[in-house]
């Protein structure tokens, strides 16, 4: 992932991939991650594999992008697959796909998600049409995702969903109030789910503070530096902070369910 640029403040000091315990400790595992060619995505898709994890990168417009994110990975069995998560039908047939390649899943990232800028007061800018594609794939999608993958993550009795939301889903500060009403429903899914699906299948939140992909670069420099001035640890997050959440639950964290991890340099203490 891109560094940090120069006007912020520290210096990035996440851990890198390969400093886990154990150089490969997904190996033999199977991974689907929606939303696999973003700009968090990838750097999950990357750092699985670095772990030693088959990783199916999945998407919905960007198939040459995941497909060369596919391609380029270290380890084998890597493949780019459709996983858009407001097609259920579409979803069990990746399903049945990755049963009959692989004969098992062992963890799924729901990081597909969309937003938009509408200022929270601006009532007429946030349409209909607008509310329900936010909803539909932030919220519908995680359900739909999970729905569809839970016979085989729950085969080997170990399975693992992690859910990325959002610190706006309990800030209630984002993009929109659409985006931060289905982050807070994400985060509240990881609950029942972890509930409803334990013990065969682990449920977490992964929730990031703003995250420094080039989405975000390209916002007002203004704006974006008064984010990092009111960031108690004084960067934003960059993409590897969020996928070593990811890898951290899957490797290190076998008794955590339920859970909404933050992600966000500490941004909701200022
Ligand atoms: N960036 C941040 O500051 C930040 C902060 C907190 C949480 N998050 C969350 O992190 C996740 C990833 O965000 P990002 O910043 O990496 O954004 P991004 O680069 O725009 O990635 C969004 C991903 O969602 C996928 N997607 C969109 N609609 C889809 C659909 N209908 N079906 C399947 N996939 C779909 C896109 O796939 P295609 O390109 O293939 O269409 C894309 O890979 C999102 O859930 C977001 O809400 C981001």
Same mark, same amino acid.
């Given at each position: 992932?891109t ?9 990035p000091?996440?851990a890198?991939?390969s ?5 490969t ?5 199977v991974?689907v991650?929606t939303?696999?060619?973003g700009?968090i995505?990838?750097?999950?898709v990357?750092?699985l594999a670095a772990?030693?994890?088959t990783v199916v ?21 890597h ?10 039908a ?5 399903a049945?796909d ?6 098992r ?5 729901n990081?597909a998600g969309?937003t ?15 509310v ?6 932030n ?7 999970t729905?569809?993958f839970?016979?085989l ?8 969903v #992690?859910n990325i ?5 309990t800030?209630?500060?984002?993009s929109n109030i ?5 982050k807070?429903a #994400?985060?509240?899914?990881?609950k029942s789910?972890?509930?409803?699906l334990?013990?065969a299948i682990r449920v ?5 503070g703003?995250?420094?992909?080039e989405?975000?670069?390209g916002l007002d420099e ?8 009111l960031?108690?640890l ?5 993409p590897?902070?969020v996928?070593n ?7 290190l ?8 991890i933050? #992600?966000d ?6």
């Amino acid at each position: 992932m891109t560094a940090v640029s120069g006007h912020v403040s520290a210096a990035p000091d996440t851990a890198s991939r390969s400093s886990l315990p154990g150089a490969t400790p997904l190996a033999g595992k199977v991974a689907v991650v929606t939303g696999g060619a973003g700009g968090i995505g990838a750097s999950i898709v990357r750092t699985l594999a670095a772990a030693g994890c088959t990783v199916v990168v999945g998407y919905n417009a960007s198939g040459a992008t995941a497909r060369a994110l596919a391609a380029d990975l270290p380890g084998q069995g890597h493949r780019a697959a459709p996983a858009p998560v407001t097609d259920s039908a579409a979803l069990a047939a990746l399903a049945a796909d990755v049963d009959e390649e692989h004969g098992r899943l062992d963890i799924l990232v729901n990081c597909a998600g969309i937003t938009k800028f509408v200022a929270h007061a601006d009532l007429d800018g946030l349409d209909d049409d607008l509310v329900d594609r936010i909803l539909s794939v932030n919220v519908r999608g995680v359900i739909a995702a999970t729905r569809a993958f839970r016979p085989l993550l729950a085969h080997g009795g170990r399975g693992l969903v #992690v859910n990325i939301s959002s610190i706006a889903g309990t800030t209630a500060m984002g993009s929109n109030i659409a985006y931060c009403a289905s982050k807070a429903a #994400v985060d509240n899914l990881t609950k029942s789910l972890a509930r409803a699906l334990a013990p065969a299948i682990r449920v977490v939140s992964v929730a990031p503070g703003l995250v420094d992909t080039e989405f975000v670069k390209g916002l007002d420099e203004a704006w974006r530096n008064r984010q990092v001035e009111l960031t108690p640890l004084a960067r934003l997050a960059d993409p590897d902070d969020v996928a070593n959440a990811v890898l951290a639950v899957a490797t290190l964290m076998p008794f955590t369910t339920g859970a909404i991890i933050p #992600v966000d340099g500490g941004r909701p203490l200022a």
